[in-house]
């Protein structure tokens, strides 16, 4: 359990320096305006305001969240580009969960 935690942990440094790089500018930069828009246009239907925030949330770290939009985008036959997904995925990010 450890381990598989200090291995996350690892992984969250590369993806933070990594979306830290692409901030800088160009393609791939988190826009969270966006995701707000795209996550409150399409998500929060059924969601309670507490999904991100119970104890017993499931993402772990932001690949994990990044994993459960994506599949919530596809579950919604949403066609999301990669970058719509980096958008609300940082938005959840900023506004909830905070990895
Ligand atoms: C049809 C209803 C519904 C829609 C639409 C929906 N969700 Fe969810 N979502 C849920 C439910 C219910 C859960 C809790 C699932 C559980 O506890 O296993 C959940 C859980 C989640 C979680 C995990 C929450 C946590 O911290 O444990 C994420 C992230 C999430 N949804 C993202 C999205 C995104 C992004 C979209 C839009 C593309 C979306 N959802 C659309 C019903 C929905």
Known sequence: MNAARARWAAGIGGL???VAG?????????NLERGRALYENHCVVCHTPKVHSRASRIPLNVEEL???VRTWAKGE???WTEQEI???VWYLNETKYRF
């Not at 692409?22 to 988190?30: E, L, Q, R, S, T």
């Open 16 to 18: 933070v320096l990594g």
């Open 86 to 88: 980096t958008d609300v």
């Open 77 to 79: 036959d949403l066609h």
């Open 22 to 30: 692409a901030a800088v500018g160009g393609p791939g930069v988190p």
């Open 66 to 68: 990044r994993q459960i």
